[in-house]
């Protein structure tokens, strides 16, 4: 009687983890500063802080959308403990095989309650580090499918990029962003 409901249950969470690996993720990052950070909304996805960070989950956010082949829009709002630098981090979500995590392109990434620098890419991709967790050689680049404009930016979990920004004591941070599953 048991085997039938884990080995459904065992089933569920493959796919789960499978069907994660084609979505759009935004971390942000308040670790550096020590700034605890408030998930209040993701509109098309999800938002919370992660518990795989232990004690310092609150000062770190990781949000998901789900990506298909068409541009979205949507958007995110986090609110920060006080002033000071987060890093904001451009990805695909975490598949168990690196062949697994889709790459993802983001356009037009704007904040409201922060500055974002170059969110639409259009001056190569100044302001952004690439940050790669495999030493593969591949990295995030530019990509001339565009939402609008001429360029876009193409990331997967394991190839990146991060900005800084500057954050205010108790000012909602919003971010709008498109992105969609790269061809």
Not at 132 to 156: C, E, H, I, R
Request: with cysteine; charged share 20%.
């Amino acid at each position: 009687k048991l085997m039938i409901p884990v080995a459904a249950s065992i089933l569920l969470l493959c796919l789960a983890a499978h069907a994660g690996s084609n979505a759009a993720r935004i971390d942000i990052n308040g670790m550096g500063s020590g700034i605890a950070l408030s998930p209040d909304d993701a509109d098309g996805g999800t938002i919370g802080n992660p518990s795989w960070l232990g004690d310092k989950k609150q000062m770190y956010i990781s949000t998901n959308f789900p990506a298909t082949g068409e541009w979205k829009k949507s958007s995110l709002v986090f609110t920060p403990s006080k002033d000071g630098m987060v890093s904001i981090s451009l990805m695909g979500e975490f598949a168990d095989k690196a062949e697994d995590r889709s790459w993802i392109l983001f356009d037009n990434v704007k904040a409201d309650g922060a500055f974002i620098k170059n969110g639409d890419f259009e001056d190569s991709s100044s302001a952004w580090s690439n940050y790669n967790t495999q030493q593969d050689g591949k990295k995030a680049q530019l990509s001339s499918v565009p939402q609008s404009g001429k360029n876009s930016m193409k990331t997967n979990h394991d190839h990146r990029i991060m900005q800084n920004i500057h954050v205010s004591a108790g000012k909602a941070v919003s971010i709008t962003f498109f992105f969609k599953l790269a061809q």
